[in-house]
């Protein structure tokens, strides 16, 4: 299983870009996924979570900003973020669980492969 991620670059305060994760190796369509994000000098965190059965979740500070998407017939999850702030600035990363479950999950360990990252960079 390989996941693919893109979108990130050097950004604008307000700007709305979208990131891409495309995954190979195993379908989307029964697959939990989520993103995660590692400032610099800081541990990485969890920032959104997606379902196999469709259920979201956000951490507290992108609330409201980021949208957690996927399309199963292109077997890629996106991450919509809307109203860009500096502190966004990081290496964001796409996971994929290759395990069961119905649930959210929110821990990195929670999830068995992972994308290279692709850094956002957030210019004021």
């Known amino acids: 299983v390989q996941l693919q991620a893109s979108g990130g670059g050097l950004v604008q305060v307000g700007d709305s870009p979208r990131l891409s994760c495309t995954v190979s190796?195993?379908?989307?369509?029964?697959?939990?996924t989520g993103w995660f994000r590692q400032a610099p000098g800081k541990e990485r965190e969890f920032v959104a979570c997606l379902s196999r059965s469709g259920f979201r979740r956000y951490a507290d500070s992108v609330k409201g900003r980021f949208t957690i998407s996927k399309d199963n017939a292109k077997n890629t999850m996106y991450l919509q973020i809307n109203s860009l702030k500096p502190e966004d600035t990081a290496l964001y990363y796409c996971?994929?669980?290759?395990?069961?479950?119905?649930?959210?999950?929110?821990?990195?360990?929670?999830?068995?492969?992972w994308g290279q990252g692709t850094l956002v960079t957030v210019s004021s």
């Open positions: 190796g195993r379908s989307l369509g029964t697959t939990a």
């Open positions: 996971a994929a669980r290759g395990r069961g479950g119905e649930t959210w999950y929110d821990r990195d360990y929670e999830y068995d492969f």
